[in-house]
């Protein structure tokens, strides 16, 4: 199950219609995915484990770094398939935040920002570690290691009126057991009211759009047959294993 439903037909197609990839949400009905945007080095410890300059202060942040998947990268099936061209998959657990209303392209007001989500759940952005090494050292794009098949699996959305607050929530990955990354939310460089404010600077924010805010330290490989347990504390949790 990679949470798509069938495709419309429509009399002036040339083709089917692509699927819609949709997340379920926590009291029933599903959410459609139209964008996912992610955050790059918004954790401190993770920027210096990956060799970059952290911030600081706040003062000192400059602009938050993005990059995008396709909406059909998200999976929410138990066996996410190991991909292809790839020895060195790994693991980037993170909070994920679900945009139920539009913002035209232009700065969105900080105060403004968080009217616009509508939940959160805890996703992964799988990437191929090899492949990005291999484009940053040529000084090139970094797609491919980022934007492959299943490459964000996510849990299931929970409303944002259910969730008391983040700030103070840890976010943690376990391996076949092991914690290999655990945080608390308030080590992210930028928040969520931040970053939706700096999207809308580049995008038009709209309601089916996801948001995979970034990852802490700890980041590593994930082998086929490893099982990961990643939660958001008291909010959710997404069990999987990697397939062959």
Same mark, same amino acid.
């Given at each position: 199950m990679t949470g798509t439903t069938p495709p419309r037909a429509h009399a002036t197609d040339a083709i089917p219609a692509a699927d819609t990839p949709r997340l379920a949400v926590r009291g029933g009905g599903r959410f459609p995915v139209r964008r996912i945007y992610c955050v790059g080095r918004n954790f401190a410890d993770h920027a210096r484990e990956m060799g970059a300059t952290a911030p600081a202060s706040k003062a000192e942040r400059?602009? !938050? #770094?993005?990059?995008?998947? !396709?909406?059909?990268? #998200?999976?929410?099936? &138990?066996? #996410?398939?190991? @991909? @292809? /061209?790839?020895?060195?998959?790994h693991h980037e657990v993170e909070l994920v935040v679900a945009l139920g209303h539009d913002a035209p392209a232009g700065e969105l007001p900080l105060a403004r920002a968080p009217a616009l989500v509508f939940g959160y759940t805890v996703g992964l952005d799988l990437t191929r570690r090899d492949l990005q090494a291999a484009a940053k050292a040529k000084g090139? @794009?970094?797609?491919? /290691?980022?934007?492959?098949?299943?490459?964000? @699996? /996510?849990? &299931?959305l929970v409303p944002a009126a259910e969730v008391d607050g983040l700030d103070s929530r840890m976010l943690e990955l376990r391996v076949n057991g092991q914690v290999r990354q655990r945080a608390s939310l308030s080590e992210l460089v930028w928040n969520v009211p931040e970053i939706l404010h700096e999207l809308s600077k580049l995008y038009a924010l709209r309601a089916g759009d996801l948001v995979f805010m970034g990852t802490p330290a700890g980041v590593a490989a994930l082998q086929p047959g490893d099982r990961? &347990?990643?939660?958001? &504390?008291? #909010?959710?949790t997404l069990h999987g294993r990697i397939g062959g």
């Open positions: 400059g602009t !938050p #770094v993005f990059f995008m998947k !396709p909406a059909d990268a #998200v999976f929410t099936g &138990e066996v #996410v398939p190991y @991909p @292809p /061209a790839t020895s060195d998959l090139l @794009p970094w797609d491919t /290691a980022k934007g492959f098949d299943h490459s964000a @699996p /996510a849990g &299931e990961f &347990e990643a939660s958001l &504390e008291g #909010v959710a």
